[in-house]
């Protein structure tokens, strides 16, 4: 077994999206072959209903899949195969966009205005870009939870994990999307194959992720505090990128730590991207625009417009 090095550490930036919603962006629109399978991750944890109400209109994607990851609050939202439905707290989706796909996603706080939740772009190999788009909408009762002899409990949103495995399935990436909690004080070790790109996005509590020689604290302040982010480069936030190696092992610290660990295998294959749309050609991204201003983009369902 070996541990897997902490290859950077980077707190996620505040970025606006959508119709003006406040998030922070943890990463996305960089070098691709970094986060391969992944292009991109978004918190939009979020406490005031102005920042985050005006929420992302009708717009298009092609040729990823987005998982959602809903902890608190609502979001509503619609698509151009006729699709309509709520994710609220501790609900995922997970949306093949395909050959093309128009949708909405409109968030709602919870009683106490929180809006909570994360977004993950995963790539499409060049064989499955143009594929027939789909949904899965996934309750939070149906996520498998698995909690451990020292108390460490994980839902298992995706892949295999400790004998359980998660209810969303079929993903062109075959990645393990897991939610982690490791009580105060205690050193855990998760395993993840060798052959996976892997990163860790820490929300609750604090702790450590050990290399072999040097941890690398990360600490964060409490899921909701989010006016006092601890102010090194370490802190409130973190993404935590791994190198190879075939086991992760994170250290709590004195309030437990929770995470996102998440892993996929590389698709090796050029990136063209342009906002919502990802191909591997700059041609195939002059034809999906060329079809967004004919009309024609939308190959499955409602080839109008959605609404």
Known sequence: MSIRPVKRVAQSRPTLEGAGVHLRRAFGFGDPKEFDPFLLFDDFRNDVPSEYLAGFPWHPHRGIETITYVLAGSVDHGDSLGNRGTLSGGDVQWMTAGSGIIHQE????????????????????????????????????DIPEVIDDDGTAVRVVCGEFWGKSGPVDGIASDPRYIDVSVPPGLRKTLQVETSRQAFAYVFAGSGSFRNASDPQLVRTDRMGDLDNAVPDSIGNRSLVLFGSGDEVTVQAGDEGIRFLLVSGKPIEEPVAWYGPIVMNTQEELRVAQAEMQRGTFIKTGNKGRPF
């Open 106 to 141: 409109m968030p709602k706080g919870d009683d106490r205005g929180r809006m909570h939740g994360f977004q993950l772009w995963a790539n499409l190999p060049s064989s499955l870009k143009m594929t027939t788009p789909r949904y899965q909408d996934v309750s939070g009762k």
